[in-house]
């Protein structure tokens, strides 16, 4: 742990303090300790004196906060099915630093102080990871066209982003939130889409395939549906009225986890199937609903339309107080 302090304690040189960039006068001792200049920290006129500026600590562990902080990984099943284990997190313990500094600068024989750091604990670890994996409680499956590659590669980044979710009772999951916006920097690529009854084209064209699988998914494993939006015309990947619109400041699909247990999704995009499964702990028991399925494989009507590049209804955007 010594050793893991120092490291970050000496990557930590350049502050930013009062809008610039500024020298703590910051020194490495053995590797372990660091030593900061006691007179960088006094007020103005007080040299020798070393009266505490503590709007300039202040602003200094602001900074160093950020510096340290390192996020945690929760544990995740990869695209081959094998189990990536969790990685810890770490961040400041500002109230051991503001001890440890208050000690080092009023003590003159001090030579310096570790920085002291607490560990953040990923929100899924690998036996939690395991448990909520043991029982599949809800499946959904549609089809599209892989050859239309814009809109494969949509459906494909946001499946990635609903995967190996996992979500706990009483949370909420919203599918805007957890997904981001669509752009172009994230690698959503221009796709056709309805606005408003009408075809269009717009970046991320074909998420409300993924959205629209998750909900039938969701929906048959009894899960509490909160906000739905259904497109303004029929969609050919679901059954009529099975669809879930979903578009960045626009319709979003919610839905609570009301069981006693987390529940865990997983979704991928192969082979020109967009597949969404819902898993549990073994002991729950859940309320199992029927949902109709698709027929398999490609519907006719995309297989006509999408052998043209612009012509597939997708998405739409509704006004909120449309009726789910």
């Not at 500002?94 to 003590?107: I, M, P, R, V």
């Not at 990871?129 to 239309?148: A, C, E, H, M, P």
């Not at 619109?245 to 865990?264: E, H, K, M």
């Not at 002991?283 to 612009?310: A, H, I, N």
């Amino acid at each position: 742990m010594l050793k893991r302090a120092g490291w970050i304690a000496s990557m930590i040189v350049l502050l930013m303090l009062q809008g610039h960039v500024a020298m703590a006068n910051e020194e490495v001792i053995n590797k372990n300790l660091i030593s900061i200049d006691r007179q960088f920290f006094a007020l103005p006129f007080t040299e020798g004196v070393f009266f505490l500026d503590y709007g300039k600590l202040d602003r200094y562990v602001d900074m160093l906060e950020k510096q340290v902080y390192q996020h945690p990984s929760n544990a995740y099943w990869d695209y081959s099915n094998r189990l990536v284990p969790e990685k810890l997190g770490r961040k400041l313990n500002k109230q051991a630093f503001f001890q440890h500094f208050l000690s080092y600068y009023y003590d003159r024989e001090a030579k310096g102080f570790l920085i002291p750091t607490t560990i953040v604990l990923p929100k899924v670890d690998r036996q939690l990871l395991r448990d909520v994996s043991k029982k599949q409680i809800g499946s959904y499956i549609t089809y599209f066209n892989s050859g239309n590659k814009n809109r494969a590669k949509n459906i494909d980044l946001s499946a990635r982003a609903i995967d190996n979710i996992v979500l706990f009772p009483g949370e909420i999951f919203s599918f805007n939130n957890t997904v981001g916006e669509r752009t172009r920097e994230k690698g959503y690529l221009p796709a056709p889409v309805i606005v408003k009854g009408e075809l269009s084209e717009g970046v991320g064209g074909g998420i409300c395939q993924v959205s629209s699988t998750l909900y039938n998914a969701v929906d048959k494993s009894g899960l509490s549906i909160v906000q739905r939006y259904a497109h303004s015309r029929n969609v050919a990947y679901v059954p009529p009225g099975r669809d879930a619109t979903v578009s960045w400041n626009g319709p979003d699909f919610r839905f609570q986890n009301q069981y006693a247990y987390p529940i865990l999704i997983r979704a991928k995009s192969i082979y020109g199937m967009m597949v969404v499964r819902v898993f549990s702990f073994a002991d729950l028991d859940y309320d199992k609903r029927e949902v109709p399925t698709v027929r398999k494989g490609l519907p006719e009507e995309m297989e006509q339309k999408e052998s043209y590049s612009r012509d597939q209804p997708q998405e739409t955007i509704h006004d909120k107080t449309h009726n789910p």
